[in-house]
C-alpha cells in the first residue's frame, strides 16, 4: 500500500500562503508537500511570496509546469498549441492544461489529501479531483470535507449505517437532536446542506468524527489513516484572519493587495489587485487592468500583444480600448460609484477590496 501523501499547493494569493503557515504550524504531525504550479506568467510578487514562505517554514515548495520540456513558457506552448486561441470563462485551457494536468501529474496514482485554502466566509466549494486517489480538504471552514463526501455520507442509503456509527459519537447535550437529524431523509422538503448545517451547528467535532469512521468504510485516501488530527480543528477563518496569519508570521501579504490612491475627477479612490494568478487573468475586473495598465505597464502592453487574430481578453473590448484616456476615467467613475454603494450596504463580512467575490480565477480553481 502506497504512503498516504498530504499536499498543499500555493497560488500565490494570501489564503494558500495563509493555509500553508497556519496547517504546518498548528498540525506538524502532518508531513506536508508544498507545490505551486508556475505558469511562466505570475507577478514578481508570486515568486516573492514563495520565497518568504520558503524562508519562514524552512520548507521546500516545487514548482510544477505544463509542458516542462518545451522551451517556451507553459502559457505560451499551450497558447500555440490552441492556435493562438485566448482561454476564456467558457474556455478556460489554462486551467486544465496550467494547473490541474501538472498537479495530477505530480501526485500520480498515490492516495493523496489535498489541502484546500478556501475561506470560512466564501460560499464555495473549489476543486474536487475526479480522480478517486485525491481528496480535498478545507482547513479554514466549518465543514472541512468536500462536497462529495458529505453526500455520500448523508445519502438516505446509508442512513442506517451512520445511524449505528453515530452512536458511539459523543454529541453532547445535542445527542438526540443529532440523531433524529440523521434519521430524517433527504427531499426537496429537507435537503443536503440543511442536514449538514444542522450536524455541523449541534457539534463540529462530533460531525468530524462521524465522517472520519463512516471514510474508513470506503476507499478514500483518508480510510488509510489511523487518525486525522484536522478531526479537532473547530476553528473557522475569514479574511481579516488571513491577513493577521501572514502580517504576524513576517511572510507578508502578496504587495499586489496593497491600496494604491488614485484620483479622477476630484474624487478619490483605491485599488489593488483582488486575487494571484497570471497577469493577464480574464477574470479580472476593469478596473483590475487599469491597475495593471498604471502599476505594471510593462506587463499591460505584453497581454496586449496577445491580443490579435480577432482574440481579445475581454468579451467586448480590446486592451488597446480599455486604455483610452476617456474610457480609464469611466472605468475609475462607475468603480468608485460601486463602492460608494457597496458601503451602504456593507454586509456582516469584510467586502473585498475590488467590491466582489475573489473566487474566481484559475489559481483559486483548486488552490
Given at each position: ?24 504550524t ?13 505558469t ?7 515568486y ?13 515548495i ?7 520540456n518545451?522551451?517556451?513558457d ?27 494536468d501538472p ?22 466549494e ?17 465543514n ?26 459523543d ?16 427531499d ?56 493577521k ?13 496593497n ?71 469611466a ?37
Amino acid at each position: 500500500m502506497n504512503k498516504i501523501r498530504h499536499v498543499l499547493g500555493i497560488s500565490g494569493g494570501k489564503d494558500s500562503a495563509a493555509l500553508a503557515i497556519y496547517v504546518k504550524t498548528k498540525y506538524p504531525s502532518i508531513d506536508l508537500e508544498f507545490y505551486s504550479c508556475d505558469t511562466g506568467k505570475e507577478l514578481d510578487e508570486t515568486y516573492q511570496l514563495i520565497r518568504n514562505l520558503e524562508g519562514h517554514l524552512g520548507i521546500k515548495i516545487k514548482l510544477l509546469q505544463g509542458a516542462e520540456n518545451s522551451s517556451e513558457d507553459p502559457f505560451d506552448h499551450f497558447l500555440k498549441m490552441f492556435g493562438g486561441y485566448l482561454p476564456s470563462s467558457n474556455a478556460r485551457w489554462c486551467t486544465k492544461k496550467l494547473k490541474l494536468d501538472p498537479f495530477e501529474k505530480y501526485v500520480g496514482e498515490d492516495p493523496v489529501i489535498s489541502y484546500v485554502g478556501i475561506r470560512g466566509d466564501e460560499d464555495r466549494e473549489g476543486y474536487i479531483s475526479t480522480k478517486k486517489n485525491i481528496q480535498s480538504i478545507f482547513p479554514f471552514r466549518k465543514n472541512i470535507w468536500s462536497q462529495d463526501v458529505v453526500m455520500k455520507l448523508l445519502s438516505n442509503q446509508n442512513m442506517e449505517q451512520i445511524l449505528a456509527i453515530s452512536k458511539n459519537i459523543d454529541f453532547g447535550k445535542y445527542q438526540e437532536k443529532a440523531l433524529q437529524t440523521i434519521s430524517k431523509k433527504v427531499d426537496a422538503s429537507f435537503t443536503l446542506d440543511q442536514k449538514s448545517n444542522i450536524l455541523l451547528d449541534t457539534n463540529v467535532k462530533a460531525f468530524n468524527y462521524l465522517v472520519f469512521e463512516f471514510l474508513k468504510t470506503t476507499d478514500y485516501p483518508l480510510s488509510k489513516e489511523e487518525t486525522f488530527p484536522l478531526i479537532e480543528n473547530d476553528e473557522i477563518l475569514i479574511r481579516s484572519d488571513i491577513f493577521k496569519i501572514l502580517e504576524e508570521s513576517g511572510v507578508g501579504v502578496p504587495a499586489y493587495y496593497n491600496k494604491i490612491e488614485f484620483e479622477v475627477n476630484g474624487k478619490k479612490g483605491e485599488y489593488a489587485r483582488s486575487r494571484s494568478g497570471c497577469f493577464f487573468c480574464f477574470f479580472q475586473q476593469k478596473i483590475e487592468w487599469v491597475w495593471l495598465y498604471e502599476q505594471h505597464p510593462d506587463l499591460y502592453k505584453k497581454a496586449m500583444e496577445y491580443e490579435k487574430d480577432g482574440y481579445t481578453w475581454g468579451q467586448y473590448e480590446s486592451l488597446e480600448e480599455l486604455i483610452k484616456p476617456q474610457r480609464i476615467v469611466a472605468i475609475k467613475e462607475e468603480y468608485l460609484k460601486r463602492m460608494e454603494k457597496k458601503e451602504k450596504v456593507k454586509s456582516s463580512y469584510l467586502i473585498d477590496i475590488l467590491g466582489e467575490s475573489e473566487e474566481e480565477g484559475c489559481a483559486a480553481c483548486f488552490i
